[in-house]
């Protein structure tokens, strides 16, 4: 199935400049929303635009700088436009973007892409899977964009391999809901999405 505005991008992407990404976590998790991120591969080019994200701000208990900062969640604590990868229930990589000043622990979880670039890559990646199934849900993003604890830390607006740029595409209505799969402040509106695209992850009944 192929999704609208899929395939190879033919110009070049500009990479979003640091001073264009909001401080504040739920105003980023909503700009994110029809942004584009890169990895730039031994392989390839892998891209994906941003579909559905979903905010951790601060003092979020089901966040995971809630506890204040570890070696483990360090990253998470970087000023604004850094990754921030986790192992999720040992077997999935999850890709954050930080927010807020450095120091200040709080970040938006990637939780969907719609495929640009690197499309066969990413079918190689998540075992011959669909193209509308190649990085709809936070787990098969990171697999299918080649993402793991590698990219932790890395700055997303300097010159480097992962790296978030502006869409060509004029983003859609933006719809908010409740974020998915957590024990704690369930009922918080902190998950943005496209509304009507079909890389958008979750059951139906999420998407009203």
Request: proline share 4%; hydrophobic share 40%.
């Amino acid at each position: 199935m192929k999704g609208p505005g899929e395939g190879v991008s033919a110009a070049p992407l500009r990479r979003i400049r640091r001073t264009e990404l909001p401080v504040d976590t739920v105003e980023l998790a909503r700009y994110l929303v029809g942004k584009v991120v890169v990895h730039d591969t031994e392989g390839g080019r892998l891209s994906g635009r941003i579909v559905e994200t979903e905010a951790y701000p601060v003092g979020d208990s089901a966040g995971h700088a809630f506890r204040g900062e570890t070696r483990r969640n360090s990253s998470l604590f970087l000023r604004q436009g850094h990754a921030y990868v986790h192992l999720a229930y040992g077997s999935s990589f999850l890709l954050n973007v930080t927010s807020e000043a450095a120091g200040i622990g709080a970040g938006v979880l990637l939780r969907a892409l719609e495929p640009i670039d690197g499309i066969d890559r990413m079918q190689q990646l998540r075992g011959g899977a669909s193209r509308l199934e190649l990085a709809r849900g936070p787990g098969r993003l990171t697999q299918a964009m080649q993402i793991d604890f590698r990219q932790d830390g890395l700055d997303l607006c300097a010159a480097g391999p992962l790296w978030l740029a502006a869409s060509r595409r004029k983003t859609g209505a933006i719809a908010r809901g409740v974020r998915i799969g957590l024990t704690r402040n369930v009922d918080l509106r902190l998950r943005f999405y496209e509304r009507g695209n079909p890389y958008v992850s979750g059951p139906k009944w999420l998407l009203k």
